[in-house]
């Protein structure tokens, strides 16, 4: 199984992103998908989370209006579109699956299959 999370970039403050996660090596909806960022010095922090068929779906309080996850099951990716940035949304930017479901998607613990990141840079 691997993930490629991509479209990161520099941005303003008030833009907007649109990060893709490609996902080989699961049958289309084998996976709930999740999203964490990692700024640095600190810790892997959850931001999004979408069932296998994409009928739920959950947020961080942060970023929850500003934030929205989906997902094509017929080209096994996943997306976050990320709008009016903000400086304290820099941060590296992970998807994750996880074959099963799990009540405890806001853990890193709960995934077990990680993307390399994409860097979201954004300026004042």
């Known amino acids: 199984v691997q993930l490629q999370a991509s479209g990161g970039g520099l941005v303003q403050a008030g833009g907007s992103l649109r990060l893709s996660c490609a996902v080989s090596g699961f049958t289309t909806d084998e996976y709930s998908l999740g999203w964490f960022r990692q700024a640095p010095g600190t810790e892997r922090e959850f931001v999004a989370h979408i069932t296998r068929s994409g009928d739920i779906t959950n947020y961080a309080d942060s970023v929850k209006d500003r934030f929205t996850v989906s997902r094509d099951n017929a080209k096994n990716t996943g997306y976050l579109q990320i709008n009016s940035l903000k400086p304290e949304d820099t941060a590296v930017y992970y998807c994750?699956?996880?074959?099963?479901?799990?009540?405890?998607?806001?853990?890193?613990?709960?995934?077990?299959?990680w993307g390399q990141g994409t860097l979201v840079t954004v300026s004042s």
């Open positions: 994750a699956a996880n074959p099963y479901y799990s009540i405890n998607y806001v853990y890193t613990s709960a995934y077990e299959y």
